[in-house]
């Protein structure tokens, strides 16, 4: 007997059961991430920490933090090809936008179709650096203002804070956004 085979276009009717990733317990309330409650990760973690949880499957050390941070930073440009994209369809809904320049991103980088593990580890951490970009690019242009250039000394968030207001963004703004707690 040979199973059929059902295609779905994106993921419209498509379930899993299983992650390795993440754990949900709707019935109690419980979100993990490779076995750190969500809870703890956003009153405890940065969005880099969890960023590279996420990523590599551990909480990172402090040199690997500071090495994964670089990456990231490193990543945050975007080809002007990309703001051509943004600002011919800015007014387009934000994840048509978002969708569309992400695609487009593929087909500037020769990066993009290495399908080896540290390929897609690479890939994944330029989109982690690069859609916010995206998101804050297609914010200005579509309010009539140029995209802001992001800032190296801030940290993830609180550069996107930056690059979505053009103003940096408070302590408190800052933490909100997902920097660690206390």
């Known amino acids: 007997m040979t199973d059929s085979v059902?295609?779905?276009?994106?993921?419209?009717?498509?379930?899993?059961?299983?992650?390795?990733?993440?754990?949900?317990?709707?019935a109690k309330g419980e979100l993990s991430y490779s076995g750190y409650s969500i809870h703890d990760l956003a009153t405890r973690s940065t969005f880099e920490e969890v960023a590279y949880l996420l990523i590599y499957g551990e909480l990172p050390t402090a040199s690997t933090l500071t090495d994964f941070d670089t990456k990231l930073k490193a990543a945050r440009k975007l080809p002007p090809e990309i703001y051509t994209v943004i600002e011919q369809i800015k007014s387009g809904h934000p994840m048509d936008v978002l969708r569309t320049a992400t695609s487009a991103l593929a087909a500037l980088d020769a990066g993009s179709s290495d399908i080896s593990e540290q390929g897609f580890i690479d890939n994944?951490?330029?989109?982690?650096?690069?859609?916010?970009?995206?998101?804050?690019?297609?914010?200005?242009?579509?309010?009539?203002?140029?995209?802001?250039?992001?800032?190296?000394t801030l940290g993830h968030a609180a550069n996107w804070l930056w690059m979505l207001k053009g103003e940096k963004p408070s302590a408190d703004a800052a933490h909100l956004a997902g920097c660690r707690a206390g």
């Open 6 to 26: 059902k295609i779905n276009r994106g993921l419209k009717g498509i379930y899993f059961e299983r992650s390795a990733t993440s754990h949900i317990d709707g």
């Open 124 to 152: 994944g951490i330029k989109l982690t650096a690069q859609m916010p970009m995206i998101v804050a690019a297609h914010h200005a242009l579509r309010n009539g203002r140029p995209p802001v250039d992001p800032d190296p």
